[in-house]
């Protein structure tokens, strides 16, 4: 396309822009193909009045599909919000948990390796079929039992009656369940640990910091970009699960049922909630971030050092 | 002489012993003996027991398939056996295999191959049926296995494609400056973001009525893979951006060694930059292989051919096997060719096959790991 005015007449920056425009070419190809394409199809079905699936015909255009959505449909509303209740519960929980665990990871115990490799054993047997098999046999409920009158004795059991302990049970197990879905998040968090250069840590130790003081003004502003990837992860991660009620519903409607416009109008009132949950995310995180910014203004600072000490002993041979 | 000798070495060894212990000791209770350093002593011991309890929690899911998948029906019943079997039962694997492959077709074909050919011609020379028999082998062995030759196929080439093209990708985001790049980056954000199933309907629709490739790619591979080899597929954002942030790394001078060297952008680019990716690369497959060998949503919507079902689906004919009525059971186990014992489909099997189905991956993390490990370590992903 460019390359008709002739390799030699190009400066080195064009030929540089054109250098990356190849690199990213790819990408450009299968985001046009795979990605834009499917969007602007998708907007185009959910707002089709009559779609004929041979040959992909359409014709008119409706806001019916997403009236329906909110209006006529009474099972959407209530789907989507226990979907976003159940998500937005879990995410905090993952989040802090997994740090604590990386921060456990990465502290020096003797077989560290062989830890960080157990910690991620429950990511390999995945969200997949194999793990869902294991959870149906109520199996995160069995790992932290406490109804069986082993770690607690039957009459303090009795004392608290059975409806409280099953509660606290069935809060054990979702623990258990949210720590079994961490792998990616602890792998990511000690990531961001082991980027931390150790000389920071040595610096506020001989400032006399306290390990509590080194946890909230080292690790965490240090780690803050990752909370935000972690974070982002999470979200993205929980929202488009495999066990997520609500893609079960929308997926019914769009492959059993074959009604297209209502479920690509439901799937699209998904995502721009998702795409509304993690803006606000961006948006307070933005406040906290520890970015490179803060190194280009000390690096702004030194230059300034240096300016000042050349010109002082200049005036005092004066 | 020598018996003396050696009585007085080994003597020694436990004199040595006994004072390295006596020394290690010392040291250990003058370290721990103040307050402060029975606070630490105290503190390790808690983050060591939270280690392990942790640990056991995350180890929990395996332990229980692998322990379930060696019990006997009468272990699996008894409330006194909770983790060691009291015998071990291998054949629940060889039954959850068969049950996973199906119908068995190699014995019998072989038979019918060879009493037809001999029918035909019998002065056909044995060699050559022999040649043809070989060949049948190999084949009616790959079909008898083809839910886990598929797995396979799908997610090494998905792989393959997901790493080519992140990695290249990625080197592009990292290193050059050319119009749109804040706007193309946005969109690698945003394609992480989209969930799959938002546009999983326009896709499926674009992918029956697709032109290219023989045309109607609904129940064929192509949706799998193609999309990986242009950065897109199951997570393909996540890796450009792993290998963006890790190319940020390296230092300039050593491409501009080598183009000083002569040599030209792309020869760079493969010699030189990317194998010095290696342990982002590890990170890169791990993940991929990982989530497409687990995947069951796209896998389950595109693909629907019987015969071009993938492994981890299979778990679901087992478990429907298990829940069957007796009869039934004894039914499918004569369909399967199987001598029917008197306790042979139960949650032992059904677990014998999820540590069949997850095997692979474990197996490939388990050589991977320590490689994986250090990826994760210096892989430079900061998240920034």
Redesign the interface.
């Given at each position: 396309m460019k390359k008709k005015n002739g390799k030699h007449s190009l400066t080195l920056e064009k030929r540089?822009?054109?250098?990356?425009?190849?690199?990213?070419l790819?990408?450009?190809?299968?985001?046009l193909?795979?990605?834009i394409?499917?969007?602007f199809?998708?907007v185009r079905?959910s707002l089709a009045q009559e779609i004929k699936?041979v040959?992909?015909k359409m014709s008119g255009w409706t806001f019916d599909s997403y009236k329906r959505a909110f209006i006529v449909d009474t099972s959407f509303l209530p789907e989507f919000k226990d979907t976003v209740v159940f998500t937005l519960t879990r995410f905090p929980l993952t989040i802090i948990l997994s740090l604590i665990?990386a921060i456990?990871?990465n502290?020096n115990?003797k077989g560290r390796?062989f830890?960080?490799?157990?910690?991620?054993?429950?990511?390999?047997?995945?969200?997949?079929?194999?793990?869902q098999?294991?959870l149906n046999?109520g199996?995160e409920r069995?790992?932290?039992n406490i109804n069986d009158g082993r770690i607690i004795p039957y009459n303090v059991l009795m004392y608290f009656g059975a409806t409280i302990m099953d509660t606290v049970q069935t809060v054990f197990g979702s623990l258990?369940t949210i720590?079994?879905g961490s792998g990616?998040q602890i792998?990511?968090f000690?990531?961001?640990l082991?980027?931390i250069s150790p000389s920071l840590y040595e610096a506020a130790k001989i400032d006399g910091a306290t390990e509590w003081e080194i946890f909230w003004k080292v690790t965490i502003p240090m780690?803050s970009?990752?909370?935000?990837?972690?974070i982002?992860?999470t979200l993205?991660d929980s929202?488009?699960s495999?066990d997520n009620k609500l893609?079960g519903y929308?997926?019914t409607y769009?492959?059993s049922n074959n009604e297209?416009s209502y479920?690509?109008a439901m799937?699209?009132v998904?995502?721009l909630f998702?795409?509304l949950v993690?803006a606000i995310v961006f948006g307070i995180m933005k406040k906290y971030i520890h970015?490179?910014e803060i190194e280009e203004v000390r690096k702004r600072e030194r230059k300034h050092r240096v300016f000042t000490i050349e010109k002082a002993p200049r005036r005092t041979f004066e | 002489m020598s018996v003396n000798t050696e009585s007085s070495q080994s003597k020694k060894r436990l004199e040595g012993l006994l004072n390295n212990l006596a020394l290690r000791w010392y040291l250990f209770k003058r370290k721990y003996s103040t307050f402060s350093g029975l606070k630490q002593l105290l503190l390790r011991i808690v983050?060591?027991l939270?280690?392990i309890g942790?640990?056991?929690?995350?180890?929990?899911?395996?332990l229980?398939?692998i322990v379930n998948s060696l019990m006997s029906n009468s272990d699996l019943n008894s409330s006194s056996v909770n983790w060691i079997p009291t015998e071990l039962k291998f054949e629940n694997f060889s039954v959850a295999l068969d049950l996973i492959n199906g119908k068995k077709t190699a014995e019998k074909t072989f038979e019918k191959f060879l009493t037809e050919t001999l029918e035909a011609d019998p002065d056909a020379s044995m060699f050559k049926v022999r040649i043809d028999y070989v060949i049948r082998a190999i084949r009616i062995w790959f079909t008898d296995r083809k839910y886990i030759v598929n797995s396979t196929f799908v997610t090494v080439l998905a792989t393959f494609g997901h790493v080519i093209?992140c990695s290249?990708?990625g080197?592009?985001?990292a290193?050059?400056?050319?119009?749109f790049?804040k706007l193309?980056f946005g969109?690698?954000i945003l394609?992480?973001?989209?969930?799959?199933?938002?546009?999983?309907?326009?896709?499926?629709?674009?992918y029956s009525?697709i032109k290219w490739f023989g045309g109607n790619w609904i129940n064929t591979y192509y949706p799998l893979i193609v999309?990986t080899?242009?950065?897109?597929g199951l997570r393909?954002a996540?890796y450009?951006f792993l290998f963006r942030q890790f190319y940020l790394t390296v230092p300039k001078s050593l491409e501009e060694a080598a183009r000083i060297d002569g040599c030209g952008?792309m020869k760079t680019?493969w010699k030189i930059v990317f194998p010095l990716a290696k342990a982002t690369l590890v990170v890169a497959i791990v993940?991929s292989v990982?989530?497409h060998?687990?995947?069951?949503?796209e896998t389950g919507?595109y693909v629907q051919t019987p015969s071009k079902q993938f492994l981890?689906?299979r778990?679901?004919s087992i478990?429907s096997a298990a829940n069957a009525l007796p009869d039934q059971q004894q039914e499918m186990l004569r369909q399967l060719g199987l001598e029917d014992g008197e306790d042979t489909l139960n949650?032992a099997v059904?677990m014998a096959g999820?540590t069949v189905?997850?095997a692979p991956?474990?197996l490939f993390?388990a050589f991977a790991?320590?490689q994986f490990?250090q990826g994760?370590?210096?892989?430079?992903?900061?998240?920034?």
């Open positions: 540089n822009q054109l250098k990356g425009l190849v690199f990213v790819p990408f450009i190809i299968g985001a193909a795979f990605f394409y499917p969007i199809f998708s079905i699936i040959g992909m665990i456990l990871l502290k115990i390796g830890f960080r490799v157990l910690f991620f054993i429950p990511f390999l047997l995945g969200s997949g079929e194999v793990m098999q294991i046999q199996v069995a790992v932290l258990v720590l079994w990616v792998l990511l000690l990531a961001g082991q980027s780690i970009p990752m909370m935000l990837l972690n982002v992860y993205v929202f488009t495999k893609l929308i997926r769009g492959f297209y479920a690509a799937s699209w998904y995502f998702i795409a993690v970015t490179n | 983050m060591y939270l280690v942790l640990a056991f929690v995350f180890v929990y899911p395996f229980y398939m093209t290249f990708v080197y592009g985001f290193r050059y400056n050319f119009p790049k193309l969109l690698v394609a992480f973001i989209v969930p799959t199933q938002t546009l999983i309907i326009p896709s499926y629709l674009t009525n999309p080899f242009f950065g897109f393909g996540l450009i952008f680019y993940l990982v989530w060998w687990n995947d069951s949503y919507i981890p689906p778990i679901k478990i949650n059904v999820a189905i997850s991956v474990l993390f790991q320590s490990m994760i370590e210096r892989s430079g992903i900061t998240g920034e």
